[in-house]
T-cell receptor
Framework: DTEVTQTPKHLVMGMTNKKSLKCEQHMGHRAMYWYKQKAKKPPELMFVYSYEKLSINESVPSRFSPECPNSSLLNLHLHALQPEDSALYLC??????????????FGPGTRLTVL | RKEVEQDPGPFNVPEGATVAFNCTYSNSASQSFFWYRQDCRKEPKLLMSVYSSGNEDGRFTAQLNRASQYISLLIRDSKLSDSATYLCVVNMEASGTYKYIFGTGTRLKVLA
């Protein structure tokens, strides 16, 4: 089973709202990732957690706040977003955070619209 | 120079055709290589890992050339259902950690 789940599938929020995206995997993977994808562009890395610790933050604005409560769960807390933050937010996981045998699997994404 | 480069296409090919995509990468210490397929408004799905010895899965063949720093994907007997964007992904070390670096993707449209 190579399943990564994400909730919600769709989210519409105003610029003053606070919301959270959730991601879960039960494959025993120790690395989890958040990506942002705009239309007709490749996924853009935001954050990497390795063994529940934040290992990469790609200079993401503080209105995006990641959290890894345990090795199976990854959250992305959203606050005071801008309309240009509207995108598909993808979660991924892999066994480790790299190396010659590591492989990344993606969840179905949350399509976020900021009004 | 981009870390991972692909021709964005689109490649428009008739059903039954053979089509090949290439992808070049800049970091010679890259660890692992993948092709993902992404359908419109869906998540990327792993198509194949790419090994130095080359690997084949049905109509799909992937090759890695470390000396020239490129990977390729060959699709034989194209089907309408192969229409998608194909993403080249390279796992490489950066600043003491590993990242998966995506190419821009190559759009394929298979025509009836």
């Amino acid at each position: 089973d190579t399943e990564v789940t994400q909730t919600p599938k769709h989210l519409v929020m105003g610029m003053t709202n606070k919301k959270s995206l959730k991601c879960e995997q039960h494959m025993g993977h120790r690395a989890m990732y958040w990506y942002k994808q705009k239309a007709k562009k490749p996924p853009e890395l935001m954050f990497v957690y390795s063994y529940e610790k934040l290992s990469i933050n790609e200079s993401v604005p503080s209105r995006f706040s990641p959290e890894c409560p345990n090795s199976s769960l990854l959250n992305l807390h959203l606050h005071a977003l801008q309309p240009e933050d509207s995108a598909l937010y993808l979660c991924a996981s892999s066994f480790a955070a790299g190396g010659s045998t590591d492989t990344q699997y993606f969840g179905p994404g949350t399509r976020l619209t900021v009004l | 120079r981009k870390e991972v480069e692909q021709d964005p296409g689109p490649f428009n090919v008739p059903e039954g055709a053979t089509v090949a995509f290439n992808c070049t990468y800049s970091n010679s210490a890259s660890q692992s290589f993948f092709w993902y397929r992404q359908d419109c408004r869906k998540e990327p799905k792993l198509l194949m890992s790419v090994y130095s010895s080359g690997n084949e899965d049905g109509r799909f063949t992937a090759q890695l050339n470390r000396a020239s720093q490129y990977i390729s994907l060959l699709i034989r007997d194209s089907k309408l259902s192969d229409s998608a964007t194909y993403l080249c992904v390279v796992n490489m070390e950066a600043s003491g950690t590993y990242k998966y670096i995506f190419g821009t993707g190559t759009r394929l449209k298979v025509l009836a």
